[in-house]
C-alpha cells in the first residue's frame, strides 16, 4: 500500500460529509483506543468558565435560513441534534427554528460554526 501524504489526506478529508468525518473519527477512536473528545474538553472548560461569568449559562442555537444550499444544512443539523434525515429536513424547512435549546454558549459555538460552514444563518439566543 503506498503512504499517503498529508496533504492526499487533507485533500480527501475536504471532501467527506460531517456524517462521514464524524464515522471516520470513531474508527480512529475504536482502532487507536484514543478519545478525541478529552483534549477539547479539557481545552474547552476554562472558556466555560469565562463564559459563565461573562454571560447566560444556557442559551438557544437558532437557525435563521439555510442559505443557498439546503443540504448541507440539513446534514449539519442531523450530526449535531441526531435526528432523522426527515426530522432534519423538517426543520430546516421552517426556518426560522430552534437547532438545540438550554445549552452552554460554547457547545452553541461549536455548532454555530459547523452550520455557518454549510452555509446557514445562524444566530445564539
Known sequence: ???????EIISSLKEMTIVELNDLVKGIEE???????????AAAAP??????????????L???SFGT?????IKA???ITGLSLGEAKKLVDNAPSNIKE???PVEAEEHKKTLVAAGAEVEIK
Do not use: Q
Open 62 to 64: 437558532v437557525l435563521k
Open 47 to 60: 472558556v466555560e468558565e469565562e463564559a459563565a461569568a461573562k454571560g447566560p449559562s444556557e442559551v438557544t
Open 31 to 41: 482502532e487507536f483506543g484514543v478519545t478525541a473528545a478529552a483534549p477539547v474538553a
Open 102 to 104: 438550554k445549552i452552554s
Open 77 to 79: 443539523v442531523v450530526a
Open 1 to 7: 500500500m503506498a503512504k499517503l501524504s498529508k496533504e
Open 69 to 73: 444550499n439546503k443540504v448541507p444544512v
